[in-house]
Every structure is written in C-alpha cells, then in structure tokens.
C-alpha cells in the first residue's frame, strides 16, 4: 500500500527566507506525486507534479520540488518566502492509471513571520 | 473554465441528524471524488467514481455513508445519522480522463454538535 510521510508538522520561517518542505513516501512501483497548498477555508490547490523525466519540476507561485528515488523523497523548496505563502502543504501520492487515487500525508503547516 | 463546485459550504447539524453534500465537477471530467479531511490531517479518501460507477469505496463507513453520481455527472454525499466524529471538511474533487490532474473543489465544512 502507499503511504506518504510528512515529518514537519509546523514550520516557521521569516519572509524571504528559503523554505523546504520534506516528503518521504513508500510505493513499489514508479510514483506519481505531488504537492498541494490549502489556504485557510480554502480547497487544495495543486502546485506540482512528478510522473517522469527531470528529477527537478517547476509549479506555480515560484515553487519547486526535487524526486529523489534513493531517499524515496520529494521535498518541496521554495528560494524566498512571501508572506502569502503561508498555508498548509500537502503531499500525495497517486495510483498509476486514468482513474488514479491520491494518498495525502497529514500536511505541515508554514507561518511566515514578517 | 468552471472549477468543481460544492455546496453546501457550511453546515452544523446535531448528532443523529442526516446531512447531503452536492458537487458537480468540472464538464466532462469523467473522475469524480468524495475525501474526508479531519482538522489536522490529510485528505482521505471515502469513495471515487468513473462516469456513474464506482471504482472504490472500502473506507466509506457504508452504515451511515452513502454516495451515488447519476448520469455520470454531479454527485451527492450523504451521511445518516451524524455522529460527532464526522464532524470534518468534505472535499469533491474531478479528474481528466488522463488522470494526471486532480481538481479540488472548496469543500463543505461539516460540524456536528
């Protein structure tokens, strides 16, 4: 079964400051995966997305996120924080096929001090 | 483009009442999602539908749980009764036919007193 691993539940950093978000996730087959953000009251927005090719995929709002196959980790980095990044972060893992399952992680919240 | 539309956005029942969730998703997305999402942690999924049948629904509570997508089109998520614990976020999302890209939907915020 796939599971995914948020080890961060809560992280704080100052605006403009770097940022990375760690993900682990355990799947026996090539993952597809991927990064959402949730805003307060909001859905979950998709940032990025990893099937194949280049190890480093760009997303929206200036994101990255790097597939490390030997650490089984796709952490998610940013260069320099805004403050309106501050949400929650989700990683997930989908199942291969059109009709592909998601499986989240718990999520790790990121406060931007100003 | 119109994104997955739910609603409705707020509820609060009291325990042992029935509640139901709406949410049409985005035209011609033939993929359609119900994930429950308990303050503090992850979305999980409850059942997921391909046109108007379902392909997976081991984690809906099927005694109190129940879903139907007719027409292969929008969707309804209905809990009866309502227990305290289900008191949580409960997000539509819709996927294309290449399954590469999920679509959320704002969710409807359940509270169960």
């Known amino acids: 079964a796939q599971s995914v691993t948020q080890p961060d539940i809560h992280i704080t950093v100052s605006e403009g400051a770097s940022l990375e978000l760690r993900c682990n996730y355990s799947?026996?087959?090539?993952?597809?995966l991927f990064w959402y953000v949730q805003s307060p009251g909001q859905g979950l927005q998709l940032l990025l997305k990893?099937?194949?090719?280049?190890?480093l995929v760009q997303g929206i709002k200036g994101f990255e996120a790097e597939f490390k196959r030997s650490q089984s980790s796709f952490n998610l980095r940013k260069p320099s924080v805004h403050w309106s990044d501050a949400a929650e972060y989700f990683c997930a893992v989908g199942s291969p096929g059109s009709a592909r399952q998601l499986t989240f992680g718990s999520g790790t919240q990121l406060t931007v001090l100003p | 483009e119109a994104g997955v539309a739910q609603s409705p956005r707020y509820k609060i029942i009291e325990k042992r009442q029935s509640v139901a969730f709406w949410c049409n998703p985005i035209s011609g997305h033939a993929t359609l999602y119900w994930y429950q999402q308990i303050l503090g942690q992850g979305p999980k999924l409850l059942i997921q539908f391909q046109n108007n049948g379902v392909v997976d629904d081991s984690q809906l509570p099927k005694d109190r749980f129940s879903a139907e997508r007719l027409k292969g089109v929008d969707s309804t998520l209905k809990i009866q009764p309502a227990k305290l614990e289900d008191s949580a976020v409960y997000l539509c999302?819709?996927?294309?036919?290449?399954?590469?890209?999920?679509?959320f939907g704002e969710g409807s915020w359940l509270t169960v007193v």
């Open positions: 999302a819709s996927g294309d036919s290449s399954g590469n890209t999920i679509y």
């Open positions: 799947y026996g087959a090539t993952p597809y």
């Open positions: 990893y099937f194949s090719g280049d190890t």
